[in-house]
């Protein structure tokens, strides 16, 4: 079979290049210019998957988005997707498609036994049948359910293709290159307005490549190409095909994805296969067109089913045939183009209208044609199971709720026409509230919410004339307010047919005795009855019943299904359609890739990576990384075959011993200057800062208003009005937002500027006993004597010619320095402080040995300050101030901040001296007690204490003060531990504090 | 996405901004006395008005100014934005 329904002639494809392509194995040829769906139809192939729910045999239904059930599997470049519109992608050399939704075939379906069981299938199926016992749920029901309903299959291979993101700003955007965008774009561009004009489809034109109109004595066709052409030319527009834009957020944000790849053969290197655009719009205008709506009918989901307009854009865009021996069906007089359409071709087709000897225009052409019409007439169902093979026809009564007669006529396809819906769903998605429209049975825009216009027929405007004359005057008055231009525009001449009313028919009644499904929503499975259904169980809010059936959900959106849907409801409850409502359109419009939203922001790019200025020097000397926020720190160096445990105790033991330098530029800086800075650092922190001398740093604790610890650090005073505060890595963003919120809200009248300087300063911390040893020879020209330079001393140094900063401030406890240079000399001050810290034995330790050091001593950090500790919890309390106030201090005056078995942190040792404490356990009493068991307090740090050679953690423990001496359980059911332990002091080194005075 | 009109910086996107909460709040002076009641209420009590609020943003990713918005907490229409001070 190759290619029987293609026509000898017209269309927009381009028959000179054949394109060959897969569909479940077996090869086909298309050309170039079709869509994966034209092309199969092309070659006769009609039967291309199985339904949802009752797995019946489903053929093509439209030609674009208003596809509901053409979803496949498609494999380009070795990429494979499930659920791609096979109406929408375009055929490329080596695309494979594949039927979903059935095993082992889409011609041998085994589900399909679901058809013949659906009396047991109806509404709300699986909440009445899968519901007990409860444990099979999981286990049972939902693997079975998943495979037997799957869409589908995702491919477990990584996305090899590139996704990108853009942002852009105009002054307009307009959705959709049908009359009314081209007609509005225009009229803007002239004015001098920014455009963005969005086409979904490959071509432009909308529906002017398929309806038999003339503009300005041109065709269709050719009056849009030479409006594209000239907005292509213009400096001011960016005219944008194959974007689809999808959503529409608050303030005019749009979001729109374009198919920058998909439809190449060979995509240049560095093409990225789709793009999503962040479009920021002045004022969006909606031209997304209207989508016919189908007249429901028995078996109306057969193959060979298919829209009038979808059948006839098949011809005229792309030569195919979508049947030799079509029923036109039909309730207004888009049909008969259809009809004048096949006609033209060859065809015979017969035309069922729903109306009682109508007149028009289109009638009397279709006549003249000697196109066979029968007035009064629908479809009551088709025959055949994978197609279309006859239909049994009747003449309606007066009242149209019964058949007066009824006849089974040959065919081989059923193109229907019930009118037109309006595309509303960016409109509502805008916040629109839609109004219904009596006249053309659907809903429509109402008045905006945000700055947007709905033009042309998904603004319930049908008529090409009307169209152009609004969407031309729109685009100019829009675009005018905005560029303070008027450039007038005349309205070019129209040549179109007049269509007569259409007929409120929507569905086919059933015959006496006859139970056939009659389909609503195609791509849910959801028939008439199962909407009866739902409605006799007591289901009336709109809302209810759409989740009840799951009518119009999913990546349909309800495109076709919708007012047909709402039209039952209505007429079950004798309402009116207005009275019943509608459903929430939600974005995204048409299915998005999950790579496409995704963009770049993956992998290594998931988050921007921040480096010291000593990273590689650290990489060279294999640390191996540990994240801290976007940091990368060493965690620690390994040498030889040492693992995390023996490497860090090895570094802090070095520590203790003899001298090791940490890398500490991730530490937040904060410059602070001005006149009032001593006093805006008096209110910040807790304890005093007014009598701080220059040269001198003084440690701080600062709080939230609510009185819970917010972050500690070290800040010295450079000069009279300039102080350099030190934050801890994680707080660092937060605490600058912290401080500049006091200073530009609360406090403005103190003269204090704040600015980070993290990214400026590189540092690096000396600790140790050999430490002073080490700086003197750093600094052979200062007095680094116990004297000259105490504990919490600050001088500024030379080193071998770079200006440092020098603190004499200490994490680890120990005797210890912190050298600061500008950025660019990082290394340099790193590989000096090695090269002769040689003969001290000075070694590098990353952040494990750090928390080691910092954790025997008693120091807090992170896992202390927990947003959940006050300072007395985690024994601060000497910081604070009695006498002057500070942020947060009037929260410590609360009660329960004032309780006298208040938790407090304390040290833990096991008592078999052996078994690490795994940090998050629990402290009891009783390990054995009956649950819950209560809970006395968390362990928070855990480390190996290289002085004690035993481990040892910090805890936060109720009334931690008198439990001194106790015996508990750390116990954790994750790890499955239960350790007893002795609790003591959390000074477990040096609890005088002697080392780093000495 | 909102747009945010910065008092300095002009038109951005709200990817650039941090929200500050209720912008109507002052903070109790320094040394004040002040009951439990009125504390708590300064520190936890916030109202969640439907419609016009006036909120702090912050220029995070910009200027790092605190400025004030007035919005439509139901529309997110944007009536007004202005320095402290003003």
Redesign the interface.
């Known amino acids: 079979m190759s290619q029987n329904f293609r026509l000898n002639t017209g269309g927009l494809i381009n028959r000179d290049k054949p394109i060959e392509f897969k569909f479940n194995g077996k090869k086909y040829i298309g050309y170039e210019g079709d869509t994966l769906a034209s092309a199969l139809l092309a070659n006769g192939i009609h039967l291309i998957g199985r339904s949802f729910k009752y797995h019946r045999p489903r053929g093509f239904f439209g030609a674009g988005v208003d596809e509901p059930n053409a979803k496949m599997q498609v494999e380009i470049n070795g990429c494979s997707e499930p659920n791609i519109n096979a109406t929408e992608i375009e055929l490329v050399n080596g695309l494979s498609a594949s039927s979903q939704n059935c095993w082992p075939s889409v011609n041998f379906d085994i589900g399909a036994i679901n058809n013949f069981l659906n009396r047991f299938f109806p509404a709300g199926f699986y909440y009445k049948t899968f519901m007990w016992p409860k444990s099979f749920w999981y286990r049972v029901y939902e693997p079975f359910i998943r495979k037997a309903a799957g869409l589908g299959i995702a491919s477990l291979e990584k996305d090899k293709e590139r996704y990108e993101h853009k ?1 852009e700003y105009c002054d307009l955007l307009v959705t959709g290159s049908g009359p009314a965008g081209l007609a509005s774009a225009y009229a803007a561009a002239k004015n001098g307005a920014k455009v963005i004009l969005a086409e979904d489809k490959p071509r432009y034109g909308g529906t002017l490549l398929t309806d038999d109109v003339t503009i300005d004595n041109l065709s269709g066709k050719d009056w849009s190409e030479k409006i594209i052409s000239e907005l292509k030319e213009m400096p001011n527009v960016i005219v944008k095909n194959r974007s689809q834009v999808f959503g529409y ?5 749009m979001v729109m994805f374009e198919r920058t790849g998909d439809h190449l053969e060979k995509k240049p290197k560095y093409t990225p296969r789709q793009r999503l655009w ?1 479009i ?1 719009a002045k004022e969006v205008l909606l031209s997304t067109g209207s989508i016919e709506r189908p007249i429901v009918f028995g078996n109306n989901d057969t193959p060979g089913v298919f829209l009038s307009a979808a059948a006839k854009e098949y011809m005229k865009v792309y030569g195919v045939l979508i049947g030799k021996k079509p029923i036109i069906f039909t309730n207004n007089d888009s049909g008969y183009e259809t009809a004048i359409e096949f006609k033209k071709n060859g065809v015979n087709p017969i035309v069922l209208d729903t109306r009682e000897d109508q007149k028009s225009e289109l009638i009397n052409e279709a006549k003249d044609l000697d196109i066979k019409i029968k007035f009064s007439y629908a479809v009551i169902v088709a025959h055949g199971y994978k197609k279309v093979k006859s239909a049994t026809i009747g003449k309606l009564d007066k009242d149209k709720i019964d058949f007066e007669n009824t006849e089974q006529i040959d065919c081989d396809s059923i193109c229907v026409s019930g009118f037109w819906t309006p595309t509303v769903h960016l409109a509502s998605q805008s ?1 629109n509230k839609l109004k219904f429209n009596d006249s053309i049975d659907a809903f429509v825009p109402d008045k905006s ?1 945000q700055n947007e216009h709905s033009l042309g027929a998904a603004n319930g405007t049908f008529t090409l004339q009307d169209t152009l004359k609004n969407s031309f005057n729109t685009g100019s008055e829009v675009s005018k307010s905005i560029t303070k231009k008027d450039e007038k525009i005349q309205i070019p001449n129209t040549n179109e047919r007049k269509y007569s009313t259409h007929d409120k028919f929507w569905c086919s009644p059933l015959p006496k005795g006859k139970n056939y499904k009659r389909f609503v929503d195609f791509q849910n499975d959801v028939a008439v009855s199962d909407i009866e259904v739902a409605l006799r169980e007591g289901y009336r809010s709109i809302e209810h019943v759409k989740r009840y059936t799951t009518l119009g959900m999913a990546t349909d959106q309800g495109r076709t299904s919708n007012l047909n849907g709402l039209q039952l409801v209505a007429n079950v409850e004798k309402k009116i359609v207005p009275q019943v409502g509608h459903t929430t359109f939600r974005p995204p419009f048409t299915p998005v890739t999950i790579g496409t939203i995704v963009g770049r922001e993956i992998g290594k790019e998931y988050m921007p990576t921040r480096k010291t200025p000593m990273h590689h020097w650290h990489e060279k000397n294999n640390a191996v990384w540990v994240d801290a926020g976007a940091w990368k720190r060493p965690r620690y160096y390994k040498r030889g075959n040492e693992n995390l445990f023996e490497a860090s105790k090895r570094e802090a033991k070095n520590v203790r011993d003899h001298v090791g330098v940490c890398d500490v530029t991730t530490l937040g800086k904060i410059d602070i200057k001005g006149p009032d800075a001593a006093e805006f650092l008096n ?1 910040v922190y807790t304890n005093a800062w007014l009598k701080l001398p220059v040269g001198k740093a003084r440690y701080g604790v600062m709080l939230r ?2 009185g819970i610890v917010m972050d500690d650090g070290t800040t010295t005073r450079i000069s009279e009005n300039h102080y350099h505060m030190t934050t801890t890595t994680a707080q660092a ?1 937060n605490v ?2 912290h401080l ?2 006091y200073l ?3 406090w ?1 009248e103190l003269n204090v500027n704040v600015v980070s300087t993290t990214e400026q300063w590189a540092g690096a911390a000396i600790a140790g006993p050999k430490s002073r040893d080490l700086l003197a020879k750093l600094f052979p020209k200062i007095d680094v004597s116990n004297e000259a330079l105490p504990f919490m001393g600050y001088v500024e140094g030379d080193l071998f010619g770079v200006k440092a900063r020098i603190f004499r401030i200490s994490f680890s406890g120990e005797l210890a320095y912190e050298i600061n240079v500008e950025s660019d000399f990082g290394l340099f001050m790193w590989e000096k402080i090695i090269e002769i810290g040689k003969e001290f034995n000075v070694q590098p330790y990353g952040t494990e040995a750090l928390s080691t050091l910092r954790i025997e001593m008693g120091h807090v950090a992170g896992p202390e300050l927990d947003g959940r500790t006050i300072p007395y919890d985690v024994s601060l309390e000497g910081l604070v101030s009695k006498k002057k ?1 500070f942020i947060g201090k ?2 410590l ?2 009660e329960a901040f004032n309780k006298v078995d208040r938790q407090k942190i304390v040290g833990l040792v096991p008592l078999d001296r052996k078994s690490s404490i795994p940090e998050g356990s629990h402290l009891v009493e009783n390990k054995n007690a009956k649950l819950p068991n209560p809970k006395l307090g968390h362990v928070s740090s855990s480390c190996w204490s290289v002085e004690n050679n035993n481990p040892f953690s910090l805890a936060i423990l109720k009334d931690g003060k008198n439990m001194i001496g106790k015996k508990l359980f750390a116990v954790s059911p994750l790890k499955n531990t239960s350790i007893e332990v002795e609790v003591m002091s959390s000074h477990y080194v040096d609890h005088e504090g002697k080392r780093v005075r000495s | ?3 945010i009109k910065c008092p300095y910086c002009g038109d951005r ?1 709200q990817k650039e901004f ?1 929200y ?1 909460g209720d912008g109507t709040i002052t ?2 002076k ?2 004040q006395e ?1 009951s ?1 009641e009125e ?1 708590d209420n ?3 009590l916030r109202k969640s008005p439907r419609g016009k609020h006036i909120e ?1 943003w ?1 220029h ?1 990713a910009g200027c ?3 400025f004030k918005v007035e919005r439509d907490t139901t ?2 229409e ?1 009536f007004r934005t202005f320095k ?2 003003e």
Do not use: C
């Open positions: 942002y957020y608050d303030h005019n944000m962040y920021r916040g919410k209110r208003e609510d963003a600058l937002s500049e919120y530009q809200i609360v403005p106030d009037r929260s005056a609360k | 996405m909102l747009n996107s941090a500050g903070r109790p320094l040394n002040i439990d504390w300064f520190v936890y702090l912050h995070i790092r100014q605190w529309t997110h944007i402290p001070e």
